[in-house]
């Protein structure tokens, strides 16, 4: 069946570090790729989306592709901040009835 | 006013006891959808419903049920409550096509002590 496979966490940087979270997934045909957020205390939304290869997703300075050779959809942000601090899952969905699988999450810590 | 509202946001409950957890959306969404959460599992599916008739369950339904009363409301159900039950639950709504994205309640805490 599919599945998501995330980097674990926590990760830990400081205010305007390069941050690179992994993804990687297994799926049958063409999946449609997310990544949400959760801030403390909140429930998930989405962050960012790709519906087909080379794909890239963007949205408050974060981006991810769609590597289908890889099977990969990393996140990443040339510079974080504070307010990043939170859980970040990838996702996808495929086949008919398009309900989506989630990874286990990775949590960001920035400190000043 | 939220899109997804969830009630009750923090439960603390005695273990057998019956707890019913209650799920509202004014997206008009015919998708519902109920996860729970745990750390370093991420989420996982308990049941999912893509209409009032259409009830299904997901990866972890057992111990679970749940009711489709309306389009806008979907509830799960605790019928006796134990300790490992104890987790952060959340509901969602989505459209149902591939590119769609899931719309998430704020998420509902319970203990089962």
């Known amino acids: 069946g599919d599945s998501v496979t995330q980097m674990e966490g926590p990760v830990t940087l400081s205010e305007e570090a390069f941050l690179t979270i992994n993804c990687t997934y297994t799926a049958t045909g063409y999946p449609s790729l997310f990544w949400y957020v959760q801030y403390p205390g909140e429930g998930l939304q989405l962050l960012l989306k790709?519906?087909?290869?080379?794909d890239k997703g963007s949205n408050k300075g974060f981006e991810a592709t769609y590597r289908k050779e890889t099977t990969s959809f990393h996140l990443e942000k040339g510079s974080v901040q504070v307010s990043d601090s939170a859980v970040y899952f990838c996702a996808l969905a495929s086949g008919g009835s398009y309900i989506p699988t989630f990874g286990r999450g990775t949590s960001l810590i920035v400190h000043p | 006013d939220a899109d997804v509202t969830q009630t009750p946001r923090n439960r603390i409950t005695k273990t057998g006891k019956r707890i019913m957890l209650e799920c509202s959306q004014t997206?008009?969404?015919?998708?519902m959808y109920w996860y729970r959460q745990d750390p370093g599992l991420g989420l996982r599916l308990i049941y999912y419903s893509f209409d009032v008739k259409d009830i299904n369950k997901g990866e972890i339904s057992d111990g679970y049920s749940v009711s489709r009363q309306a389009q806008a409301k979907f509830s799960l159900s605790l019928e006796s409550a134990i300790p490992n039950q104890t987790a952060l639950y959340f509901c969602a709504t989505s459209a149902g096509a591939v590119n769609e994205k899931l719309f998430f309640g704020s998420g509902t805490q319970l203990s089962v002590l």
């Open positions: 790709a519906t087909k290869a080379d």
């Open positions: 997206k008009g969404h015919d998708r």
